[in-house]
């Protein structure tokens, strides 16, 4: 076997991302801001992204190594883990998308700290780590089950993508036996009492679980850290042990030639009404109130579920008066939360489960489509283990409260918890529109409707009685259970007919050649599995067929000049703001 | 009687009512907790916090030193607040925590939870409407204001609160469980944000930059807490308690 030169420094690491090296050992933040490249307003960059999360990182990233002009916006700030943030739950409220938006529907979804990031990295910053790939199934769930909708693209697309983002997280697990069946770069990670009962009682209740897969390094990775197991998953990493795209991707993206404007919330895309291309975002700048403009020969929107609809329903313009993209009535549409109950159950022992990272086994036994369940797709079991808040939430939950709910706190240190990921389908109503207050910059406030089919009903039920019956084998003495969502997916979604999709393949917006969204929000299904990876293994795709120019950015009209980035084969990289042409 | 814990007859649902007397716990001899007692009776996490990080530390030490003052509610409201604060987590004697004062600060600082239920108002609005609602239910049941009525009566109240079942007046203007769901947030988040509720139920605390090396099945750190077995609270305990 030939030794490259990366083994020598240490760990196997990925090709084309230096983001593990470029940070420092000794402190948590990302070096080198100081001297991040500037653009001017006036300058039309190659690509301007509205946020940094795991889309928009990614492709600022990649493009960035392939020579493009890429600006940032970010509507919260550039967290530096050792001064911005504690090992504390109740103290990281900060890390959450708390600007008001409103929530109805039958089945209202809990935003805020539950799925809703907020600075740079974005929701990854506080999700739990868990990185599982989509099945291939996924991707054409209306032809197999006759459910959701088929992506215009399958999981052979994204394969190579995958592979490539968990070398670059990395993640940590064992052999993957579900879906297209994998391993991943990194050991598993040890497990901690609660994860042992669980899995002891999935075992012998027929269940298959494995270790991981986690975004978390086991072992020498760069300059990242060993994880130190205190269990803050949920409250950002202060260790940068635990994957974010701002340890991941931003190091690198910054190194070659990003800019990333944090507090900077993008209110409006501009558009050339006569050429009907973008043109760029009006932004106003948090801490000062003022609005700019940046411009740009493409914009990519990476703002997640609720915030990159919001934005494209608020830039209206003569061509395009229900908002940009939505010609169709199709921004906003079939928003997607999984059905995330959760069954703890009660040990003789002492099993701390604030120890050792929330997420720890999990199966997919259950993910696929089982006609003798009587419903259609599935879901998948993960442990979780919630702080001292959040397992008073899940006790609230159960109905107790005054004595009852404190006498099950203090029992905290006997109880595992068991959490589903079930497969909600994707429903037209289920919605971003715009509500008719506006917040503190003069957009208005989102509000996003909810409510499940017959199907999802069913689908919960049946995750909710698997668990049950996974803790009475495991010899549980006494269980309670919280009904609840997580994540989101779609809004913007992508396929092969503009009538009933936002975007194409390329995530180009159907109508407007130089506009793309690049974010969860492009998923025209969900599967059971934790979104992240497979956002990142989206951004990467378009990456590379935007660097490999299989996609143009923009389409040049008559009169507009060739794009800055081939112009700028000469100009060099510190001299930063000089515009192109 | 010496409880074991192994042993799940404490607990509510097994019992089929409120739980075991936490007046049988022993009391806690170092450190805090609310009504001085707890399962960890030899474990102060507070004791801890030269290993926490500075910003970390400095943030929850501030919740035991530093208390702070109300800005937000009235008096009127805070009096009506703190006895359903008390009665919500069976806070009944001193030392209690200062539950209120923490809601008071968030929202006096408007730091919201980023969503608000369609046709409910505001959270702060919110708050401010179950002060007044909690206060004409208990007139309705020939009490002067909620924190005056009998202890039975604001437990009552607070169930219907629970459950939904408040109707009439105020409770006309909230959607009553989602009002629920709004208050309770806070007030959990306020309490088990707390280092003496921590020690009362083992929580390790803030773990940065130490972490942890003892994972598995009853395996523990050297500092954290062992759970208070084969004691004999009872006896004592039980006759100091007013009948």
Not at chain 1, 447 to 452: A, E, G, I, K, S
Not at chain 2, 88 to 111: H, N, S, W
Request: aromatic share 8%.
């Amino acid at each position: 076997m030939r030794l490259g030169g990366n083994h020598f420094l240490g760990s196997v690491l990925p090709r084309g991302n230096d983001s593990a090296f470029l940070l420092d050992v000794h402190r948590r933040g990302v070096p080198g801001r100081e001297r991040m490249r500037r653009f001017r307003d006036e300058d039309e960059v190659d690509l301007l992204i509205v946020g940094c999360g795991a889309g928009g990182a990614v492709l600022a990233q990649r493009l960035a190594r392939a020579g493009w002009r890429v600006v940032v916006l970010e509507r919260g700030p550039f967290w530096d883990p050792d001064t911005d943030w504690v090992s504390d739950e109740e103290g990281s409220q900060h890390l959450y998308w708390t600007d008001k938006r409103i929530v109805g529907g039958e089945d209202p979804v809990e935003l805020g700290k539950n799925n809703s990031g907020h600075g740079v990295g974005g929701s990854m910053v506080h999700y739990a780590g868990y990185t599982p790939r989509f099945h291939p199934s996924d991707f054409e769930t209306r032809t197999r089950d006759g459910v959701g909708y088929d992506w215009p693209i399958s999981y052979s697309d994204l394969k190579p993508h995958y592979e490539q983002v968990e070398r670059e997280l990395p993640v940590a697990g064992q052999h993957w036996p579900w879906g297209d069946p994998h391993s991943y770069p990194h050991a598993p990670h040890p497990i901690g009492g609660a994860a042992e009962r669980a899995w002891a009682g999935a075992r012998a209740h027929g269940v298959e679980m494995r270790v991981g897969p986690v975004a978390i390094a086991n072992g020498v990775f760069g300059n990242r850290p060993h994880c130190i197991y205190r269990g803050f998953c949920l409250q950002g990493c202060k260790v940068n042990a635990k994957a974010s795209p701002l340890v991941t991707h931003v190091p690198d993206a910054i190194e070659h030639g990003v800019e990333i404007r944090a507090d900077s919330i993008a209110v409006r895309i501009e558009l050339d009404e006569a050429s009907g291309q973008v043109t760029g975002v009006a932004y106003v700048e948090v801490k000062t109130g003022c609005e700019r403009l940046q411009r740009a020969a493409a914009v990519a929107v990476c703002g997640y579920s609720i915030e990159s609809p919001r934005l494209l329903l608020h830039s209206t313009s003569k061509r395009f008066p229900q908002g940009l993209a939505n010609t169709h009535d199709q921004v906003g549409r079939y928003v997607m939360v999984q059905g995330a109950t959760q069954v703890a159950a009660r040990f003789p022992e002492l099993l701390r489960m604030y120890k050792a990272p929330p997420p720890e086994i999990s199966s997919e036994d259950f993910y696929e489509t089982d006609p003798a369940r009587g419903f259609a797709r599935g879901f998948s079991i993960q442990t979780v283990s919630p702080l001292p808040i959040g397992w008073a939430e899940h006790v609230l939950a159960d109905g107790h409260r005054g004595a009852a709910l404190r006498e099950y706190m203090r029992d905290y240190n006997h109880w595992a918890v068991l959490g589903s990921l079930c497969e909600l389908l994707p429903q037209p109503n289920n919605r971003v529109t715009l509500a008719g207050e506006n917040d503190q910059f003069g957009m208005p406030v989102a509000r996003f409707d909810y409510t499940q089919c017959d199907n999802d009903r069913a689908n919960i039920a049946f995750a909710k009685k698997t668990m049950h019956a996974i803790w009475e084998t495991a010899g549980a003495q006494d269980e309670l259970t919280i009904d609840r969502y997580a994540h989101l997916v779609g809004g913007c979604r992508m396929g092969s007919d503009p009538e009933t999709s936002v975007i194409d393949s390329d995530h180009r917006v159907w109508e407007t050649p130089n506009l793309f969204v690049c974010d969860g929000s492009v998923m025209p299904t969900q599967g059971s599995a934790n979104p992240a990876l497979t956002i990142m293994a989206l951004a990467s795709r378009l990456a590379d067929r935007l660097a490999g120019k299989r996609v143009q950015a923009y389409v040049s009209p008559g009169a507009r000049r060739r794009p800055a980035h081939e112009l700028r084969s000469t100009a060099s990289r510190s001299g930063s703001s000089s515009p192109a042409s | 009687m010496a409880r074991d814990f192994r042993e799940p007859d404490h607990l509510p649902k097994v019992r089929g009512d409120e739980g075991a007397d936490p007046g049988e716990l022993p009391r806690q001899r170092r450190g805090s907790t609310p009504q001085m007692h707890g399962r960890y009776p030899d474990y102060d996490c507070l004791e801890q916090s030269e290993h926490w990080d500075e910003l970390t530390r400095k943030l929850v030490v501030d919740r035991v030193e530093h208390v702070p003052e109300l800005r937000f509610f009235s008096d009127a409201e805070a009096a009506t607040l703190t006895a359903f604060c008390d009665v919500v987590l069976a806070q009944d004697a001193e030392p209690r925590i200062p539950v209120l004062a923490f809601v008071d600060q968030k929202l006096a600082g408007g730091r919201l939870d980023g969503y608000q239920y369609a046709g409910m108002p505001d959270d702060r609005q919110t708050w401010r409407l179950v002060a007044r609602g909690l206060d004409e239910s208990a007139r309705s049941h020939g009490a002067e204001s909620y924190a005056a009525a009998p202890i039975d009566r604001q437990q009552e109240i607070m169930s219907a609160f629970a459950q939904g079942e408040l109707s009439g007046g105020v409770w006309e203007q909230l959607a009553c469980k989602r009002a629920w769901s709004v208050v309770m947030r806070s007030v959990l988040a306020a309490f088990y944000s707390h280092p003496w509720a921590w020690n009362e139920i083992g929580f390790g605390g803030p773990a940065y930059p130490r972490g942890y090396a003892r994972l598995g099945i009853g395996l523990g750190e050297a500092w954290e807490g062992g759970e208070a077995l084969d004691v004999d609270p009872g006896a004592g305990a039980k006759q100091r308690r007013p009948a």
